[in-house]
């Protein structure tokens, strides 16, 4: 069954440096979407993608975050300057026809910001 | 705005009781569709079940069902005969269709359940 992947599982990172999340969604979909879970707490949106473009972005998602598709298979997810605040699991997800359809979610990355 | 709440924050059971999970969305959209996520302590989200608006009918898969009235705002869950491998951590989401197709989800808090032997 295809799934959602992402990499890596965990990076450790000093604060104020750029990461690099990356997901690879499922083949087919044309959606595609971050989100993020601080330990303990719910899953919040950050950011949907599609046609090339964001659709949409939530207030976290501020100038030190980017996304991009580099290619016809990732879909990547940058934060230019690390903050404490910023540790977290960081979901991607995917979805074939967007509100339309389910969105499947990738296995996480969690991010620690030291 | 949208919302979702799930006022019940942690639920235990003996194995082989049923269980209901509670979820009440808030939403100003006509269209829009209704998630059950179920997060294992592996920490991925699997995906439960997609209801839309228009659709009131309960429905069952195995020992899953759901029941979603729009008169009280409700998408509640309930788990049959629970087993151990249910324990976990359920989310409920919210999608609003009127945003447009790529629409975000809009999750409640969770609520945590611990099946026992």
């Known amino acids: 069954e295809p799934e959602v992947t992402q990499t890596p599982s965990h990076q450790v990172t000093q604060m104020g440096q750029e990461v690099i999340l990356r997901c690879v969604p499922i083949s087919n979909h044309l959606y595609f979407y971050w989100y993020r879970q601080i330990l303990g707490q719910k899953v919040e949106f950050l950011v949907s993608f599609y046609n090339n473009e964001i659709s949409e972005k939530s207030e976290i998602f501020d100038d030190q975050f980017s996304v991009e598709r580099p290619d016809g298979s990732n879909f990547t997810l940058k934060i230019r300057s690390t903050k404490l605040e910023d540790s977290a699991m960081y979901f991607c997800?995917?979805?074939?026809?967007?509100?339309?359809?389910?969105?499947?979610f990738g296995p996480g990355t969690r991010l620690t910001v030291l | 705005a949208q919302k979702v709440t799930q006022a019940q924050t942690e639920i235990s059971v003996v194995e082989k009781e049923d269980v209901t999970l509670d979820c009440v969305y808030e939403t100003r959209d006509t269209t829009y569709y209704l998630f059950w996520y179920k997060q294992p302590p592996s920490g991925e989200l699997v995906f439960l079940i997609r209801?839309?608006?228009?659709?009131?009918q309960n429905e069952i898969s195995g020992r899953y069902s759901w029941n979603f009235q729009k008169s009280t705002s409700s998408f509640n869950f309930t788990i049959t005969a629970s087993q151990v491998v249910d324990s976990a951590v359920y989310f409920c989401?919210?999608?609003?269709?009127?945003?447009?197709?790529?629409?975000?989800?809009?999750f409640g808090t969770g609520t945590r359940l611990q099946v026992t032997l």
């Open positions: 997800a995917s979805s074939l026809a967007g509100v339309y359809d389910g969105q499947f």
């Open positions: 209801r839309n608006s228009f659709d009131e």
């Open positions: 989401a919210l999608s609003e269709a009127d945003t447009g197709t790529a629409s975000k989800l809009t």
